[in-house]
């Protein structure tokens, strides 16, 4: 399952080295994340809890840990990868900040890529193979369909309402990603034409859009159960994906080639849940076009939310 392998992965888009080339390439991403996240340490009200909690954490490339740090009396990281989360820890040279960090190694999800798994390895794969996409999409279709989605995610060292400022930082869309690459995958060994089929195929389209509307759904109401009464949260996430060929077009529309992430109910389903303080927007370069492949980028939405409740800041 790809979410075992992200500690793997993650040191090679993480880190400073990574925050050091955002500073030279897309250095707007890093100022947003830090206002959006300053901003929500100013709203929050003065009785509410002063611990502060990044979902998603691994090494605070983007998110300004020694700040959230120096106004907090604990800043909780939880993410699968705990090295990351030990050097995002061990790059803050304040050794009173370093002791305010506490770590949380979990799958945020509460276990939905093994639920899912499970699923698939269930399915006749040699009688799918030869059954053609129709069939196989459609028994996949089925086990997103099925799939346990805990909402919200319980996680026991996680308790509810312990956190006046809640971090949620480019994690809503590896949620899911992750489980559905997983799908993929699965397809690929078995039978590797039908890759790509899956776009023709309307119920595995529909059933994966409701994945990621559930998932979604369960990570926002996650973050509502751990916020105490006047507590914020930052909320940002990628919307849409855009890759681009030429070096200086990559702000061009006409240059790009646009790819979404999120579902077009995600602004919905963030008032759901939330009432929305202040939000903004902003594209990122992500990586640079090659001779062997194109550049990337997202367009974020970064939002500042506060509890339906009427406790919420005005200022």
Same mark, same amino acid.
């Given at each position: ?81 705990? *090295? ?74 996680? %308790? ?11 994690? *809503? ?58 507590? *914020? ?23 790009? %080639? ?58």
């Amino acid at each position: 399952m790809r979410i075992e392998t992200l500690p793997q992965t993650n040191h090679q888009i993480q880190g400073p080295a990574r925050r050091t080339w955002l500073l030279e390439h897309a250095p707007l991403h890093l100022q947003e994340c830090k206002y959006v996240s300053s901003r929500a340490l100013s709203l929050r009200l003065p009785e509410t809890s002063r611990s502060t909690l990044v979902m998603g954490a691994g090494a605070c490339t983007e998110v300004p840990l020694a700040d959230l740090a120096r106004h907090s009396q604990e800043v909780v990281l939880a993410d699968i990868d705990l *090295v990351a989360m030990q050097h995002a820890r061990d790059e803050l040279e304040s050794r009173v900040a370093q002791r305010r960090i506490r770590f949380v190694q979990c799958d945020l999800t509460a276990g939905v890529s093994t639920n899912l798994n499970g699923l698939l390895r269930r399915l006749d794969w040699r009688k799918l193979r030869i059954s053609g996409a129709r069939v196989l999409f459609d028994a996949v279709a089925e086990c997103l369909e099925q799939c346990v989605v805990p909402d919200p995610p319980e996680i026991y060292t996680l %308790r509810p309402a312990d956190f006046g400022v809640i971090v949620s930082s480019l994690v *809503v869309s590896q949620l899911y990603s992750n489980p559905l690459l997983d799908v993929m995958d699965m397809v690929q060994g078995v039978t590797p034409a039908l890759v790509g089929e899956q776009e023709r195929h309307r119920r595995y389209q529909e059933a994966a859009q409701a994945f990621r509307s559930r998932i979604i759904a369960a990570h926002l109401h996650h973050i509502r159960s751990l916020l105490d009464i006047g507590g *914020v949260c930052v909320l940002i996430s990628d919307v849409r994906g855009f890759v681009f060929n030429v070096m200086g077009t990559e702000h061009d529309n006409v240059h790009r %080639r646009y790819l979404p992430v999120v579902p077009r109910t995600f602004p919905d389903l963030i008032s759901d849940t939330f009432t929305v303080f202040e939000e903004r927007q902003w594209d990122f370069i992500s990586d640079l076009p090659t001779n062997d492949r194109p550049g990337r980028g997202y367009e974020v939405s970064g939002y500042i939310l506060q509890l339906n409740d009427g406790t919420t800041a005005s200022v």
